[in-house]
């Protein structure tokens, strides 16, 4: 069996004038880790790419650490625990971020939401689009940003969802350039080339897509290019092979038959979701299930 935890954010503390970057501290980081190891063997994910048959099928309870987005504080903070505690993860980064040095939209959106209450981003929002979310979207929003309000929730819902791409990145980017300095942002944010050949060069880097969007609602063209531009960028990059992916958002939505069916056409090996749940026999290798860190033992909603 493989239980998979995932990390965004890891910093020291979350001070914003309005709650929009949820994460863990070094600290919390640290005792999970060591909690984690109470009830498993967290393994490499080497190991996890040369035995995934064998773990899914044994009944010893096996755990992989992962994080998305590849965050120049999951390196500072998050990789210096893992070696003292003899652990190891995997790291999903998206390659929009070196190779265009561009701020994910998904990203530009948690940090103005942090300095802008969300009743005004949507009220922005309104002014280009009239999209009204159905009470079964309203829903769905909540299940998906369980950790959200019921307005933030909402609005990223419709930003990540219904929102058609172009003009969400076009309004937030505009909205965006009014607070923030990209280039400081970038530097700041995401890892850089050296952090990622060096993650490589453990075996911990993987790919987040290119441009972290959610693949399900995007043509096939638009899909292949995701998958490949990162996988071919990063290896070009680190000149070590790419064999894992995890889909920005996770959802069912983001990852339907066709993507999960690309990812394997393009050349990778393991793919993993934001769906709930630990990993058996039964799983599709490209399909694999992850528990957000907060949702396991340790977790602010572990039991």
């Not at 498993?40 to 190991?47: C, E, K, R, S």
Request: include cysteine; charge should be negative.
């Amino acid at each position: 069996m493989l239980t998979v935890s995932n990390y965004h954010y890891i910093r020291p503390s979350y001070n914003a004038n309005y709650p929009s970057i949820f994460g863990v501290t070094p600290d919390a980081f640290k005792n999970q880790i060591q909690l984690l190891k109470t009830i498993g063997d967290i393994i490499t994910p080497l190991d996890v790419l040369n035995d995934i048959e064998t773990i899914l099928e044994s009944k010893n309870n096996y755990i992989l650490i992962t994080f998305d987005d590849g965050l120049k504080e999951q390196y500072n903070y998050a990789l210096p625990i893992l070696d003292e505690l003899d652990a190891s993860a995997i790291f999903f980064a998206n390659s929009s971020n070196t190779k265009e040095e561009k701020v994910s939209t998904v990203h530009k959106i948690h940090l103005l939401r942090s300095l802008i209450d969300s009743t005004s981003i949507f009220n922005r929002i309104n002014k280009h689009s009239h999209i009204v979310l159905t009470s079964s979207e309203k829903k769905t929003a909540q299940s998906i940003y369980s950790y959200d309000s019921k307005l933030s929730a909402e609005l990223k819902y419709l930003l990540n969802y219904k929102l058609d791409f172009k003009l969400q990145e076009e309004l937030i980017t505009t909205l965006f350039n009014d607070y923030f300095e990209e280039s400081e942002v970038l530097q700041s944010l995401y890892m850089n080339k050296e952090e990622l050949k060096d993650l490589a060069q453990k075996g911990y880097l993987g790919s987040h897509t290119h441009n972290h969007y959610p693949l399900g609602l995007i043509n096939k063209e638009a899909i292949t290019f995701e998958l490949n531009e990162s996988k071919s960028y990063f290896e070009a990059l680190t000149e070590c092979p790419i064999k894992m992916v995890a889909y920005p958002y996770g959802t069912k939505e983001a990852v339907t038959k066709e993507v999960s069916n690309m990812a394997k056409q393009v050349g990778y090996k393991l793919g993993f979701t934001t769906n709930k749940g630990s990993n058996t026999i039964s799983n599709d290798y490209l399909v694999l299930n992850r528990f957000d860190c907060n949702d396991l033992i340790g977790g602010k909603n572990s039991k």
